[in-house]
Each structure stands twice: as C-alpha cells, then as structure tokens.
C-alpha cells in the first residue's frame, strides 16, 4: 500500500501541474458562467439552461480532462525512462497502474468539485435551492469519468497518445449511442452487422447509464433502482478495465 500511495500521490503532483488541465478547468468555469446570461435571455426557461449547461460543462470538460491526462500516465514514463528506475524498486507494476490511476481520480475529482461547487452556487443562487437529484448526477458523472480514465488507462498501456486520445473519444461517443447501435443493428439485413453491433453493444460500456441530466433539467424522478444499478455498473466495468490493463502491461517488454 506504501508503493501505490507513493506512486499515487506524485502522479497527483504530476498531473495537478499539467497547464492544459488548468486550461480546460478555466474555459468549463467560464462556460458555466456563461449559463447565467443564457438562461436570462429565454423566457421561463433559465433554470433549465443553467442547469443544462452545468451538467454537460462538467461532463465534457471532465471527459477531456480524464483522456488528455490519462492518455500519457504511461507513456511519458516509458519515453523518459524514468519507468526503469521505478521497476528497478521493488514495485510491481500493479501497482504502478493502480498508484497512476488513483492519482488520476484524485486530480479528477478536484476539478470536477471546483465545477460542481461554481454550479451548485450559481443554481442557489438563481433557484434558492439545491434538489439532491442535481448531487445524484454529479456524482453519476464523476462515476462516468472514474470509467473513462480506466479506459484511457488502458490504452496507454499498449499504445501511443495519439491512437489512445482516439480510441478513447471513440468508446466515449460510441458509449453514449450504445441503444442506437442496439436498434440499428437489429434492423440490419446483413448477419455480419447484427453480430458486430451486438458485440459492441455488450463489449463497449453503456454510458447512458451514468446520463440523467435529462430527468435532472425536466425535475423527472429516477426510474426504481436506476442509481444503484448504475454505481454497481460502473465500479465493475472499472474493475474489469484495470484488470486487463494491470494484464497487459505485466506482459510488456520495455527492452
């Protein structure tokens, strides 16, 4: 546990002195300020603007956060050879990938408070309230976030950031339209594409599931179960992400 916090916390360190992180966090405060002027120049609708705005900002920007960071946990290790030195150590390299995915979350989860404090704020401050539902899809973001950071982890592991930033926005998108790929595939006439649809559909993980900014806005109620499910989904795709990670990577040459 010493070797993974310690690997842990300098990839915090490391990460929170990223410029680009400090980039994406000032653009998503501003566009979230922005939701105010919005929200006044429709009629009836602000509270709904804002809290539109909000939730995608802190979804968006977190996404970019967790795959522009993500995507080089690794790879910047192997390119400056500082990974012999930390192998030379008696760490194992689970926990080099545990350590740099936990330092990640940590650096994701401070950003995704800043913005969730600044939007919280600002909806008080229009609304005089705060609904808990609004707490619930925060939190199911931050989840969704925790998901696509193991995925970008996961490419990093065998890959160069450039194909691991594309493969990981593609599973993003493609994660997002899931129930579409599901319908068109089963309207295919081809075989072929029914079973590749099927397949994605199974194989690539269903982020619908952590997508209530609908029910939120519209101030709907969660279907019966909707949040716990969703929590138990995503911490089980994590795990098995990190585990095949933790099984590539232990099977890498760095000769």
């Not at 050879?81 to 650096?107: D, M």
């Not at 008080?124 to 696509?148: C, K, N, P, R, T």
């Not at 994660?175 to 599901?182: F, N, T, V």
Request: glycine share 6%; proline share 2%; aromatic share 16%.
């Amino acid at each position: 546990m010493l070797k993974i916090r310690a690997i842990f916390i300098n990839t915090f360190r490391e990460a929170i002195r990223d410029k680009i992180l400090y980039n994406l966090l000032i653009f998503a405060l501003l566009i979230i300020g922005c939701s105010i002027l919005l929200g006044t120049l429709t009629i009836g609708e602000q509270q709904k603007i804002i809290k539109d705005m909000g939730l995608a900002s802190i979804s968006i920007f977190g996404t970019l956060i967790a795959v522009f960071i993500g995507i080089g946990l690794v790879y910047k290790e192997i390119d400056r050879k500082t990974i012999y030195n930390i192998f030379s150590k008696p760490v194992h390299r689970y926990q080099f990938i545990i350590g740099k995915y936990l330092g990640l979350i940590l650096t994701l989860f401070v950003n995704v408070l800043i913005m969730a404090v600044v939007f919280l704020s600002i909806v008080y401050f229009m609304d005089g309230v705060v609904g808990f539902s609004l707490i619930q899809a925060i939190f199911l973001i931050f989840l969704e976030l925790m998901l696509i950071t193991a995925v970008a982890l996961l490419f990093s592991t065998f890959t160069t950031p450039t194909l691991s930033a594309i493969f990981t926005l593609a599973i993003y998108v493609i994660g997002h339209l899931s129930g579409d790929l599901k319908v068109f595939g089963a309207k295919a006439e081809q075989v072929w594409v029914r079973y590749v649809t099927q397949f994605l559909y199974y194989v690539i993980p269903n982020l619908e599931n952590f997508n209530i900014k609908g029910l939120v806005v519209y101030n709907l109620s969660l279907p019966d179960h909707f949040f716990l499910f969703s929590f138990l989904y995503g911490i089980l795709y994590i795990c098995i992400v990190l585990f095949f990670s933790i099984f590539i990577f232990e099977r890498r040459n760095f000769k």
